[in-house]
């Protein structure tokens, strides 16, 4: 079982800078791929990022790659998630996300095991 919390959500003007952290609970944090995925008001969730379980990997998609950085601290069972250069079309509830799979590289929500609860990153123009 793994425990997730997100924070360092808030409000931020365009072209600014925030960034997210994923506390987990268990022992087993190192071993998951973690990901990041958003879900925009009206919208479904969409995925942004993801981690495999040593940091080796990193994935992004399309839309966030060049601004947006993961990486994880397994000593702290913690991952960041590093958002530059932000957009009004970021604006989205952020989730944290644990997948099994050692080093998963797809874009499927339905692979990750466990979510947190998300914090609201809105980005004004």
């Known amino acids: 079982q793994v425990q997730l919390v997100e924070s360092g959500g808030g409000l931020v003007q365009a072209g600014g800078s925030l960034r997210l952290s994923c506390a987990a609970s268990g022992r087993t944090f190192s071993s998951y791929t973690m990901g990041w995925f958003r879900q925009a008001p009206g919208k479904d969730r969409k995925y942004a990022t993801a981690i495999s379980w040593d940091g080796g990997n990193t994935y992004y998609a399309g839309s966030v790659k060049g601004r947006f950085t993961i990486s994880r601290d397994n000593a702290k069972n913690t991952v960041y998630l590093q958002m530059n250069s932000l957009k009004p079309e970021d604006t989205a509830v952020y989730y944290c996300?644990?997948?099994?799979?050692?080093?998963?590289?797809?874009?499927?929500?339905?692979?990750?095991?466990?979510w947190g609860q998300g914090t609201q990153v809105t980005v004004s123009s």
């Open positions: 996300a644990a997948a099994s799979a050692r080093d998963y590289s797809g874009t499927r929500d339905y692979e990750y095991d466990y």
